[in-house]
C-alpha cells in the first residue's frame, strides 16, 4: 500500500478517535466509579448480646466494613427497621443507633415495619438534628395526610447528583400500625417524589417491601438505577436487572452488610456491576467508637426510670377480675425438697446467667434480663430494682412457672391438686434462639441439666 494511503488512514483513525472523545466530553457524560452500601433490618444491634462467643454482626462490625469502601463515589443507606420496637428502652437506644448510623457516614435511613409501631407522637419526639436523614414517602400522619419525615434526600457528590427515595409496604403493619399514622400507597408516593429528583443523575430507591413488590416498583419505574430493601427472608442470592434497575436486598439483625459497585455513566446507568453481601463473622474487627455508644446506652436505662418498673404496667395485659394463682417463690425454696435436682442445677451454666449479664454491664439491659431471671415482666417476678439480690438467673420457675402453689399443698395435709404442665423442647427454644445461643440441640442440651422428680419423704 503506497505510503501516503497509509498515512490516511492513520489520520482517519487519530480523527475519528478525537472525535469520539470530543462527543464523550461535549455531552458531559462521563463514567464515574459508583458504591453503595447497604444495610437493612439492623433492629438497634449496636453489638450483639455477647451470651456466646462467635456472634456475627452488629454496627461496631458494620462501621469496619464501611471504612473498605474508599474508591470512587460512595453511598451509604439502610432500607428500614433500625428501630426494635416501640417500647421505651428501646427508644432510647435508638438515638445510639442514630449515632452510630452518623459516625459510619449513612446518606439515608428508611422506614420499615417497626419504625411503623410507633405512634405519631414517638416518631415525633424521634430528635433527627445533625442525623443522617429518615425517609418515607408514603408514611403520613392520619389526620392531615402531611408526611412525617422527608420523602427524599438530594445531594451531590464528587460532581454526581444522587437522589434516595424512601417507601414502606403499606400492608405490612396490619393490626400493629401506631396510632395517628397512615401509609399510602407506593406506586402514587413515589410518583409525586420524584417530581423532585428530576434534576438527579443518579437515582436509589429504598423499598422496605418483599422482592415481588420491589420487582413490581422495578417494573413500573426506570427512573432508578439501584432498588435495595427490603422485608425479605434472607439476603439476595444473585444480583437482577427489572427494567433500568438493579434489585438488591438484605435482612438479619446486622449480621451482614451488602455493597454494589459500578461505572455509572448518566443516560446508561451502571455497568460493570458488581456486589456482595457477606456475613460479618467475629473475627471482624468492631469499632470501639459504637462499643462506646453501646455502653452509654447501658449506662443511660440503668439511670433511667422505664415502664417496666412500674409494677402496675405488668399487670395490664391479665384478664380483667382474674388475679394470678401462683407467684415466685424462688429456687431456695424449692431446694429443700428438690436437692438433687438443685445440686445439678448448681453445676450448669443456668445458674450463673446473671452473673454473664454483670460482666457486661447489661443486667439493667430489659432486653437481655428477661432469659436471664425469674419472671421477669410478671406481677411477682424480677424487677430491677432487685439488682442481683433475688428471682435471678434461670432457675426451677423459670421453666416450671410459679412454685407458691405448688409449696402451698405440699406444706398442706390437703390433698395435692396443683400440677405444673409437662415441658419440652419447646419451652427451651422461648430462650435459646437465634443468636441467643449456639446452634440448639435438645438432645445435647437436655442430657447436660436432665432432672425429674425425687422421692417424697
Not at 417494573?219 to 439501584?226: A, M, R, Y
Not at 453481601?277 to 446506652?297: C, G, M, N, R, S
Request: with cysteine.
Amino acid at each position: 500500500m503506497p505510503y501516503f494511503t497509509k498515512m490516511n488512514h492513520l489520520k482517519l483513525y487519530i480523527l475519528t478517535l478525537c472525535l469520539g472523545l470530543f462527543i464523550g466530553c461535549s455531552d458531559g457524560k462521563k463514567e464515574q466509579a459508583v458504591t453503595v452500601m447497604f444495610t437493612c433490618d439492623t433492629q438497634g444491634r449496636l453489638e450483639p448480646c455477647g451470651c456466646f462467643s462467635g456472634q456475627y454482626g452488629g454496627l461496631a462490625r458494620i462501621a469496619t466494613r464501611a471504612d473498605y469502601f474508599t474508591d470512587g463515589t460512595v453511598i451509604k443507606v439502610d432500607a428500614g427497621n433500625s428501630v426494635p420496637d416501640n417500647k421505651d428502652y428501646n427508644l432510647i437506644m435508638y438515638k445510639y443507633v442514630q449515632e452510630a448510623f452518623k459516625k459510619i457516614g449513612y446518606d439515608a435511613v428508611n422506614v420499615g415495619a417497626h419504625e411503623l409501631t410507633l405512634s405519631l407522637d414517638q416518631l415525633k419526639n424521634i430528635n433527627q438534628n445533625n442525623c443522617p436523614p429518615i425517609i418515607s414517602a408514603n408514611l403520613v400522619n392520619k389526620q392531615t395526610q402531611e408526611r412525617i419525615f422527608k420523602d427524599h434526600v438530594q445531594f451531590e457528590r464528587d460532581g454526581l447528583k444522587i437522589a434516595i427515595v424512601g417507601v414502606v409496604d403499606p400492608t405490612i403493619p396490619g393490626e400493629t400500625l401506631g396510632e395517628g399514622l397512615a401509609v399510602k400507597d407506593m406506586p402514587s408516593a413515589i410518583t409525586e417524589s420524584l417530581k423532585g429528583t428530576q434534576e438527579a443523575d443518579f437515582r436509589v430507591l429504598l423499598a422496605y417491601c418483599s422482592k415481588e413488590k420491589m420487582h413490581e416498583l422495578a417494573k413500573k419505574f426506570f427512573e432508578f438505577d439501584l432498588i435495595i430493601g427490603g422485608a425479605v427472608q434472607q439476603p439476595s442470592q444473585k444480583l437482577e436487572r427489572i427494567n433500568r434497575s438493579y434489585v438488591l436486598y438484605t435482612t438479619n439483625k446486622a449480621k451482614n452488610v451488602g455493597h454494589v459497585s459500578g461505572l455509572f455513566k448518566s443516560g446508561n446507568g451502571l455497568s460493570d456491576v458488581d456486589y456482595d453481601i457477606p456475613l460479618l463473622f467475629e473475627q471482624v474487627p468492631e469499632k470501639k467508637e459504637i462499643l462506646d455508644l453501646a455502653d452509654a446506652y447501658r449506662k443511660e436505662i440503668r439511670n433511667t426510670k422505664l415502664d417496666c418498673d412500674i409494677h402496675n404496667k405488668d399487670q395490664e395485659d391479665l384478664v380483667p377480675g382474674v388475679t394470678s394463682q401462683a407467684s415466685y417463690v424462688g429456687s431456695q425454696t424449692c431446694a429443700s425438697c428438690h436437692s438433687n435436682a438443685h445440686k445439678i442445677w448448681q453445676g450448669t451454666a443456668h445458674a450463673h446467667a446473671f452473673a454473664t449479664l454483670e460482666k457486661k454491664n447489661s443486667d439493667a439491659d430489659p432486653r437481655c434480663i428477661k432469659c436471664h431471671t425469674v419472671g421477669f415482666g410478671e406481677p411477682s417476678g424480677y424487677k430491677r430494682e432487685f439488682k442481683n439480690t433475688k428471682l435471678v438467673n434461670v432457675s426451677c420457675e423459670s421453666c416450671h412457672g410459679p412454685g407458691s402453689e405448688h409449696v402451698k399443698q405440699r406444706m398442706s395435709p390437703e390433698k395435692v391438686l396443683f400440677k405444673y404442665r409437662p415441658l419440652g423442647e419447646g419451652d427451651c427454644r422461648q430462650c435459646h434462639h437465634g443468636e441467643f445461643s449456639r446452634p440448639f440441640d435438645w438432645k445435647k442440651m437436655w442430657p447436660k441439666i436432665k432432672h425429674g422428680k425425687e422421692s417424697q419423704k
